[in-house]
């Protein structure tokens, strides 16, 4: 399958051919579930909301609510985005990398002043940072097409 250059995006690293290949049934059907990339956004959520969950009230409300509106912010951009035109998809597939960014952030902040512990940290920032090439290459993609 080469339809705009597909097969060279689909030999990249972070899961891309499944990426690209669920893209082309998101971009004809608009079922944004099936894509690998929502599914792992939307799978690391729950992470943060529960880390988030158990600290004390002051840093949940302060660093906590920013961590959880970004890294929900994920997963509905992509969702809401699917349901657009392409270009559109694109502009929200933006969003959600900067979102995808802010979270990491967020997670040092976290880390920084003691809230969570190295490893959290390292698992979490791993997971994020595959969602952001994930995230990269979709987006690279819908430009290019």
């Known amino acids: 399958m080469n339809a705009g ?14 990426l690209v290949a669920s893209c082309w049934i998101i971009l004809i059907w608009g079922n944004f579930s099936n894509l690998e990339l929502y599914k792992r956004a939307n799978a690391s959520f729950p992470k943060v909301y529960k880390l988030v969950r158990r600290w004390d009230k002051d840093d949940q409300k302060e660093i906590g609510s920013q ?19 392409k270009r559109n998809f694109a502009r929200y597939i933006g ?18 002043v003691g809230l969570i512990s190295q490893e959290t940290r390292n698992v979490l920032i791993s997971e994020y940072e595959i969602v952001g090439k994930q995230l990269t290459k979709l987006k690279q993609f819908l430009s290019s097409n």
Do not use: M, P, Q, Y
């Not at 597909?6 to 030999?11: F, G, Q, T, Y």
């Open 95 to 112: 969003i959600a990398i900067g979102s995808c960014d802010e979270t990491i952030s967020h997670i040092n902040d976290a880390f920084n």
């Open 67 to 85: 961590l959880i509106r970004v890294a929900d912010s994920i997963h509905a951009n992509i969702a809401e985005g699917s349901a657009k035109f």
């Open 5 to 18: 250059g597909v097969d060279k995006a689909c030999k990249s690293n972070a899961g891309s051919w499944t």
